[in-house]
């Protein structure tokens, strides 16, 4: 009945950004959910307006950009709360994401490996691989370039 009152409210339901509000919930209440270790297992909480009405959530947030996949919290290790939440894309979330954040010497100075991966041309997942195995940020990139 809850379910059924809160469609009739905000009559979003179903909508890309109701669905990353159900999930943002989910990963810090759920104990069940598979990303919960990650979230509500590590403290992350979502602030208490928003977690009792989407719509307080949505009026904060606004509509999904366009370019954008989910929301991101610019401080990987605050809550879900005003000023620590945005619409993010995927590199911008792989760039925030702890374990993620890996820095490599390159070209005279250190930076996120994602950024490394642009700049040579490689992708970031493979680039990674290839370190792992042994081989040069300069042979990982030449080696994708072939």
Not at 35 to 46: D, F, S, W
Not at 65 to 94: F, K, L
Request: charged share 25%; proline share 3%.
């Amino acid at each position: 009945m809850k379910t059924r009152k809160t469609r009739e409210k905000h009559g979003m339901t179903g909508t890309q950004e109701y669905s990353a509000y159900h999930h943002m919930i989910n990963r810090c209440y759920d104990l069940n959910n598979i990303e919960y270790h990650n979230y509500g297992e590590r403290g992350i909480k979502v602030y208490d307006e928003w977690l009792n009405s989407f719509t307080a959530f949505y009026d904060h947030i606004g509509p999904k950009p366009e370019n954008c996949n989910s929301i991101d919290r610019i401080d990987s290790n605050g809550n879900y709360e005003p000023g620590n939440v945005r619409w993010a894309n995927n590199q911008t979330q792989m760039r925030n994401r702890p374990g993620f954040n890996v820095k490599v010497f390159y070209q005279g100075k250190y930076m996120l490996l994602c950024e490394c991966a642009e700049l040579c041309g490689i992708d970031q997942k493979l680039l990674r691989t290839r370190l792992k195995q042994g081989m040069t940020i300069e042979d990982a990139g030449e080696r994708w370039k072939d």
